[in-house]
Every structure is written in structure tokens, then in C-alpha cells.
């Protein structure tokens, strides 16, 4: 425990304690879908306390699911190979040769990684890509333009989602594990594409009938054109920012997942800075708002 937590008066850390109460109550059985985003997990510390979050929320008795991203350490495994990343509307265009690079960097290295901390932290943890259990179906993506929807951009290999069979993840929440997807998907031939993190997170969340879908990432939320943090927004202002460009880059698939959950009935869809510190547990447990909530109206 870090000493300005052991400063804490025992009456204030109480306090903060009993103020968990009726969240834990209110959340008790309910899916938590949580995507972490491969810019929230670059901090091995940072990394330590996620996974203890996790942990502490199904303990409590909530059911985390966790999706997770890789963007930067896919960027960096192709980066070895001498090649650069390229993103046209927040997706990375993948041909044959990336595509191998993103089921290895995402299945291997990146959710194994998320498997293991959560498991040193007393969960139980349980790697999936969107083949298991059928999990993901996926076609090519058709991208229209996002000023000419007359235009669409190949990005090759990148997938759109066809159907979500939960199964998997439902038989392992109620076996007490934690299943933490990689946005992998697969196709009518059995070829994967390459999904998202942010798509497959709103989805599911979707299918899932979540409560509450947690986007963890590294800006305190969706900011403004002078760099102010809105704290609310709904689809209608969420439409001006996409038409001023104020929302640009990884945001816009972002913004999308989130947008889909929240009008497929999802309750609360939050967009929250990963890199701060137990910054999931305060926003589930405490009366503290933090990062964008994203509304469907
Ligand atoms: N209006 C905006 N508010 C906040 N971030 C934005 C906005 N527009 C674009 N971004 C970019 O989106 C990034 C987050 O998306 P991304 O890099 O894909 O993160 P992650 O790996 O967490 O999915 C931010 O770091 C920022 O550079
Ligand atoms: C199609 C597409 O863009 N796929 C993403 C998948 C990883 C991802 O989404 O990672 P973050 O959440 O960290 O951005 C990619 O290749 O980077």
C-alpha cells in the first residue's frame, strides 16, 4: 500500500469504503463489459492495478468481461519488421503479412499478458479470440467514406461483425472465470479478420445485455476542440463533433462502439483515462463521475 493511502484517517477510509455499498448492491449479477485499450496498458503498474479491479469487481459479485486492444504493440511488432501501421477512419488497413502480425501480437503476447496479471491477482482468467466457441463471425469490412458515402476504402483484412455467439463467454461467467476476448474475428471460409477493439466491445456489450460497457483509454475522456473534457454527450452532439472533425483518429471507432451499445439499450457507457490509477473501480464504486458518459439521447 502506497503511504498517502496509510495517511488516510480511518474515518475517511471507512467512509469510502461504505460508499461502495449500494453500487455492489446495484451491480451485483450484472455484466460489466470493459475494453482496455492498448494506449491504457502501457504502464506495468498501471497494468497491476487493472487487473486487481477486475478481480475485485467479480469477487464482489459483478461479472467483467474484458476486451482489449493492442494498437501500439501491434505498431511496435511491425515497426521490427521494418513496416509502419497506416489508418484510414481509425482503421489499420491490413494486408496477409500484418494480418499475421495482429493475431500474434493481440492473441499472443498482448491477452496473454492480461490473462496472467489477472490470475496473479487471484482471478480466474480465460483467453478467447472471436473463433472460440464460434465466438465472432465476421465478412470484409465495406467502409464507406466518411464525407462521401458513395466512396468505400478496402482496409483489407479488417472484419465487420456478422453474428456474436455469447455462449463461451456466458458458460464461463457462470464458472467463475473471467473471459477476456481479442478482437479477432472469422469468416465464412474459416480466414480471421482483424476487428476493432472498440467495435467488438460495443457488440458485445450489446449481446451480452450488459449494464454497463467501461472504455479505458488514455485521454480523460472525449475533449473538446480547445482540449476541455465533455462529460456528457449524446448522439445528436456526438454528430456535430464528428461533422467539425473535432473527434478524429482511434476516437471514431471509439465513439462508434460506444454509441451502438448505449442505443442497443446498454445503461451506462462510459469513456474513462486509463491511465489514472483504480480510475474503473471509482467510476463503478464511488458517487464520483469521471471521463464521458456517452448517451443515445
Ligand atoms: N475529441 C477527441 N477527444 C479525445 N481523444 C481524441 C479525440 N479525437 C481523437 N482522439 C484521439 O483518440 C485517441 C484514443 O483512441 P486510440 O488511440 O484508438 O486509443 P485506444 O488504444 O485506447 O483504443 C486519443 O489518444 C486521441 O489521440
Ligand atoms: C481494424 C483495427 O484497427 N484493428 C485494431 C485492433 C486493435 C485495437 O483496436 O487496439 P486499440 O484498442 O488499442 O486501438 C488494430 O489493428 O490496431
Not at 487487473?51 to 501491434?74: C, R, S, T, W, Y
Not at 479477432?184 to 480471421?192: H, I, K, R, V, Y
Not at 456528457?232 to 464528428?242: G, M, Q, T, V
Not at 457507457?269 to 486509463?274: A, K, P, R, Y
Request: hydrophobic residues 45%.
Amino acid at each position: 500500500m502506497t503511504d498517502h493511502v496509510q495517511n488516510i484517517p480511518p474515518r475517511d477510509k471507512a467512509e469510502i469504503l461504505a460508499q461502495a455499498l449500494p453500487y455492489i448492491r446495484k451491480f451485483h449479477g450484472k455484466t460489466i463489459v470493459i475494453k482496455y485499450g492498448g494506449n491504457a496498458m502501457t504502464d506495468p503498474e498501471l497494468q497491476a492495478d487493472f487487473a486487481e479491479d477486475v478481480v475485485l469487481l467479480k469477487l464482489v459479485g459483478m461479472n467483467p468481461v474484458v476486451v482489449h486492444g493492442g494498437g501500439p504493440q501491434i505498431e511496435a511488432a511491425l515497426n521490427k519488421l521494418g513496416k509502419k501501421g497506416h489508418f484510414i477512419q481509425g482503421m489499420r488497413v491490413t494486408d496477409s503479412e500484418t494480418m499475421e502480425v495482429v493475431e500474434w501480437v493481440l492473441a499472443g503476447e498482448v491477452q496473454q499478458d492480461i490473462v496472467g496479471l489477472i490470475n496473479q491477482a487471484g482471478g480466474k482468467a480465460v483467453g478467447l479470440t472471436g473463433r472460440d466457441g464460434g465466438l465472432i463471425r465476421a465478412q470484409k469490412l465495406k467502409m464507406p467514406d466518411r464525407n462521401d458515402p458513395d466512396l468505400h476504402h478496402d482496409v483489407g483484412q479488417v472484419g465487420e461483425i456478422v453474428a456474436i455467439d455469447p455462449s463461451v463467454v456466458k458458460a464461463l461467467q457462470d464458472d467463475a472465470f473471467i473471459p477476456v476476448v481479442s478482437p479477432l474475428g472469422f469468416g465464412a471460409d474459416n480466414e480471421s479478420y482483424n476487428i476493432n477493439a472498440d467495435v467488438v466491445a460495443g457488440k458485445l456489450a450489446t449481446v451480452l445485455k450488459a449494464e454497463k460497457l467501461m472504455m479505458l483509454t488514455n485521454t480523460p475522456g472525449v475533449l473538446d476542440k480547445a482540449g476541455n473534457l465533455l462529460t456528457n454527450l449524446s448522439a445528436r452532439e456526438i454528430d456535430e463533433l464528428f461533422a467539425d472533425g473535432t473527434i478524429s483518429g482511434g476516437m471514431l471507432p471509439k465513439i462508434e462502439g460506444a454509441l451502438d451499445a448505449a442505443k442497443s439499450g446498454v445503461n451506462a457507457v462510459h469513456i474513462i483515462d486509463g491511465r489514472v490509477p483504480h480510475a474503473m473501480l471509482l467510476e463503478i464504486l464511488t458517487d464520483q463521475a469521471y471521463g464521458t458518459m456517452i448517451r443515445a439521447r
